[in-house]
């Protein structure tokens, strides 16, 4: 597969999930039938699993918004790097709302295979939230 192939592929969902706003439709849509998320918790499934996934994440942050920061591609695989931005409203994993705004890092490393997302290894720095909460409520104590 050629580095456009899969920079075509993949820019082509990444701009489908901006535009419906539903992340789990692109990837159901640009996903092939042997489709695998990977989660950095070691978790992984198909394609409802990862629609199960995006479900979940924007029932807890529903005013969800995905900035691009970063984009590569090479051969069949390409890793994109965006931070995600919302308020912590809805249940999470067994973790109640907070009601907090908070700002995660994530990467994506995704392979390709003919014209078809054939794999993806989700990592996202979930301790983002909790140094910069933890920051906040020591500020007085370091000033």
Known sequence: MSTEATRAVVL????????????ASAVRTHAGS??????????????EFAAAAAREMYEAFPDVALTLE????EGDRSVVQFVM??????????????????SIPIALGL???????????????LFAPLIA???????????
């Open 12 to 23: 082509q969902m990444l701009q489908e999930a901006r535009v419906t706003g539903d992340l």
């Open 70 to 73: 970063g984009f590569l591609a």
């Open 34 to 47: 042997g489709f695998v998320i990977h989660l950095a918790n070691g978790e992984s499934g198909g394609i």
């Open 111 to 125: 392979g390709v295979e003919g014209s078809q997302l054939a794999e993806v290894w989700l990592y996202a720095n």
């Open 133 to 143: 909460t933890y920051a906040e409520s020591h500020s007085e104590e370091a000033g």
């Open 85 to 102: 931005n919302g308020t912590h409203t809805g249940s999470l994993r067994g973790f109640a709302p907070t009601g907090k705004t908070v």
